[in-house]
């Protein structure tokens, strides 16, 4: 055989490998997740898929609760702690040239409460929303601070009153630590009487609440009558 005959037969073989290589898919490595399903529990955590894929793959995920985190051949699901009383869904989107998958997330219900903030003051001493849910004032009219703590400084309260004769001096909604007073009217009344102040927080759909009673002593009492003498005929 002489040697333009060997290159010859050589060159055929080529083409032949290349015909096969196109007509197989040209070694395109076809996009493949280890999971298409992803379950969180309340707390939520964080969890791995492996990813096969050509290089330059993305993926985006359609909740803000859901973050992402890539690596050559893997994707890692972080979910944030799910406060509200419903489950949530999301999805995740993985895309490799022209093909994409889906990946569905769930995460299941949290308690719908949170822990939100603390209540103190130095006119009351040990106001606790653990321990006090009320405080007594005098009769006349006054000013009372309490102070509101904040566990977290994204955190919002507001503060609601039930009765005409108690307001307070913060309107709306409130961001962060801070001090606010509630105004008693005079009680010019023979009776005690009682009202309540609610805090409320509210975080990702879940709440925190405190109800403070306020009893306001009444201004006096009714002596009774002296009884007349008897006139003995």
């Given at each position: 055989?002489?040697?333009?005959?060997?290159f010859?037969?050589?060159?055929?073989?080529?083409?032949?490998?290349?015909?096969?290589?196109?007509?197989?898919?040209?070694?395109?490595?076809?996009?493949?997740?280890s999971?298409?399903?992803?379950?969180?529990?309340?707390?939520?955590?964080?969890?791995?898929?492996?990813?096969?894929?050509?290089?330059?793959?993305?993926?985006?995920?359609?909740?803000?609760?859901?973050?992402?985190?890539?690596?050559?051949?893997?994707?890692?699901?972080?979910?944030?702690?799910?406060?509200?009383?419903?489950?949530?869904?999301?999805?995740?989107?993985?895309?490799?040239g022209?093909?994409?998958?889906?990946?569905?997330?769930?995460?299941?219900?949290?308690?719908?409460?949170?822990?939100?903030?603390?209540?103190?003051?130095?006119?009351?001493?040990?106001?606790?929303?653990?321990?006090?849910?009320?405080?007594?004032?005098?009769s006349?009219?006054?000013?009372?601070i309490?102070?509101?703590?904040?566990?977290?400084?994204?955190?919002t309260?507001?503060?609601e009153?039930?009765?005409?004769?108690?307001?307070?001096?913060?309107?709306?909604?409130?961001?962060?630590?801070?001090?606010?007073?509630?105004?008693?009217?005079?009680?010019?009344?023979?009776?005690?009487?009682?009202?309540?102040?609610t805090?409320?927080?509210?975080?990702e759909?879940?709440?925190?609440?405190?109800?403070?009673?306020?009893?306001?002593?009444?201004?006096?009492?009714?002596?009774?009558?002296?009884?007349?003498?008897?006139?003995?005929?």
């Amino acid at each position: 055989m002489t040697m333009k005959h060997l290159f010859s037969m050589l060159a055929v073989a080529f083409a032949a490998i290349v015909m096969w290589s196109c007509s197989s898919g040209g070694g395109a490595v076809p996009l493949n997740l280890s999971s298409t399903i992803v379950q969180f529990a309340d707390k939520g955590g964080t969890q791995k898929i492996t990813v096969t894929a050509e290089p330059g793959w993305t993926a985006t995920s359609s909740e803000k609760w859901l973050t992402l985190k890539q690596t050559d051949d893997a994707l890692e699901l972080t979910a944030k702690k799910n406060y509200s009383a419903k489950s949530r869904l999301a999805e995740v989107l993985v895309t490799a040239g022209e093909e994409s998958q889906l990946i569905n997330v769930s995460q299941k219900a949290g308690t719908g409460t949170f822990e939100g903030f603390t209540v103190s003051s130095l006119a009351f001493e040990g106001l606790d929303p653990d321990s006090r849910d009320d405080v007594t004032v005098n009769s006349l009219d006054g000013k009372y601070i309490l102070q509101v703590t904040t566990l977290n400084p994204a955190y919002t309260w507001r503060v609601e009153s039930d009765s005409e004769w108690l307001t307070t001096s913060v309107q709306g909604t409130q961001r962060g630590s801070n001090h606010f007073s509630f105004i008693v009217a005079a009680n010019d009344t023979i009776e005690e009487r009682k009202g309540t102040l609610t805090i409320i927080s509210e975080y990702e759909g879940a709440k925190d609440d405190y109800v403070l009673t306020v009893i306001q002593n009444p201004t006096h009492s009714l002596q009774d009558p002296l009884e007349a003498p008897k006139i003995e005929w």
